[in-house]
Nanobody, 117 residues
Framework: QVQLVESGGGLVQAGESLTLTCTVS????????MSWYRQRPGERRDWIAS?????????TYSDSAKGRFTIDKNYTLSTVTLQMNDLRPEDTAVYYC?????????WGQGTQVTVSS
């Protein structure tokens, strides 16, 4: 079973940037889609962005992420990153990396991002 490990979370001030990294135990090309989600306190887990296997579809973002967040991949390092700019207090959440392969989704343990005003 694939292992996903998120890192890069922390405490930042509003307006600052942060890059999250998801390290994948398998070759990223083996997966149909790699995604990021987040879960605010007391709320459900929400989708942020998805990156399909190269050549199979477009990169997509939620409305809240569009224009501020960028998802990217590094095949050599087997990592998927989420660059987050202009962070806001409402971006405070636990951020999760997820993989999808043949209908099976796997999750990382999450990394906490806290944005102070």
């Amino acid at each position: 079973q694939v292992q996903l490990v998120e890192s890069g979370g922390g405490l930042v001030q509003a307006g600052e940037s942060l890059t999250l990294t998801c390290t994948v135990s398998d070759r990223i090309y083996n997966f149909d889609v790699m995604s990021w989600y987040r879960q605010r306190p007391g709320e459900r887990r929400d989708w942020i962005a998805s990156l399909p296997r190269t050549g199979t579809g477009p990169t997509t973002y939620s409305d809240s992420a569009k224009g501020r967040f960028t998802i990217d991949k590094n095949y050599t390092l087997s990592t998927v990153t989420l660059q987050m700019n202009d962070l806001r207090p409402e971006d405070t959440a636990v951020y999760y990396c997820a993989s999808l392969r043949r209908g099976v989704r796997s999750w990382g343990q999450g990394t906490q991002v806290t944005v102070s005003s």
